[in-house]
């Protein structure tokens, strides 16, 4: 993007022997605490749990991420680094957030060295991952990738932004395009008409996840049951969770799912009634 700065802010605290930094670009002016002024770190852009859904086929799928060096001036020389898969950072993961998530097991990186060029600060890193034909969908992975090296001894490597973590969940058969017809109704507004497309995405093996309603930026998640009935759960917050009613099923015949549930608000409950059919 050619208006672009490509400049950088970091955040960056101190807390019993621990830090925690982050970096993100911005189109103005930088903000670079006294602290930190003229140090270097090399960091992964988005250090946050990424996803990316496989269809349970043997192909190769290819991704990509970037990395980033954070700090106030871009650096004078070129600077080399290497990353390498690390199914540690998938433990790590785990204790962190009570997740069972396992590590990817084809994973290969395609540029393992790179370099980032003096006055700029990112580089792509390019991998792929196959065989998910091979693995059990109900189990949930993760491809992880972390910086291991630095060329230049003065830019360190942040504990909490080295690792690339990439969920690859195994895409269901409830997984698609389809098409929701229904209402919404608000205690005091009324009766609102739903007649949207949506795309439903593999949570696990028998769960897969939309938009609450006509509702955009809030999560619902229906998992089909041994008996193609259907559990509602998501809202949102957890102070409005969904909470299920009526009849709540999965036609497998005519991959319709059929769900009505309800959160509640200030007035009284929002009801919302769907039927989602495969386009």
Avoid at 45 to 52: C, E
Wanted: hydrophobic share 40%; proline share 6%; aromatic share 8%.
């Amino acid at each position: 993007m050619k208006n672009m700065k490509n400049r950088i802010i970091v955040i960056f605290t101190l807390f019993a022997g621990l830090f925690l930094l982050n970096s993100c670009l911005k189109d103005t002016a930088d903000y670079w605490p006294d602290q930190v002024a003229g140090k270097m770190y090399a960091t992964v852009l988005k250090p946050t749990l990424q996803a990316l859904s496989l269809k349970p086929v043997a192909d190769t799928i290819d991704f990509s991420f970037m990395i980033n060096i954070a700090t106030d001036q871009p650096p004078t020389s070129d600077v080399t680094i290497t990353v390498a898969t690390d199914p540690a950072a998938v433990t790590n993961y785990n204790t962190l957030n009570k997740k069972s998530y396992l590590p990817y097991p084809s994973v290969k990186i395609l540029n393992p060295t790179v370099i980032i060029a003096a006055g700029t600060r990112t580089a792509i890193i390019n991998g792929k991952v196959w065989g998910a034909d091979k693995l059990n969908a109900c189990d949930n992975f993760i491809a992880a990738i972390t910086i291991k090296s630095v060329s230049d001894p003065k830019i360190m490597i942040p504990s909490n932004m080295k690792s690339y973590l990439l969920s690859l969940p195994i895409s269901n058969p409830f997984q698609g395009s389809y098409h929701s017809t229904g209402t919404f109704t608000h205690p005091t507004a009324g009766v609102r008409i739903i007649d949207e497309d949506k795309e439903l995405s593999t949570v696990d093996c028998k769960t897969v996840t939309t938009t609450v309603g006509d509702l955009g930026g809030y999560e619902a998640n229906f998992t089909v049951n041994d008996d193609n009935s259907v559990t509602v759960t998501g809202g949102l917050s957890p102070d409005q969770p969904l909470i299920q009613s009526g009849v709540n099923k999965y036609d497998p015949a005519t991959k319709t799912f059929t769900v009505n549930y309800y959160y509640v608000g200030s007035g009284g409950n929002r009801v919302i009634s769907e039927v989602l059919v495969r386009k």
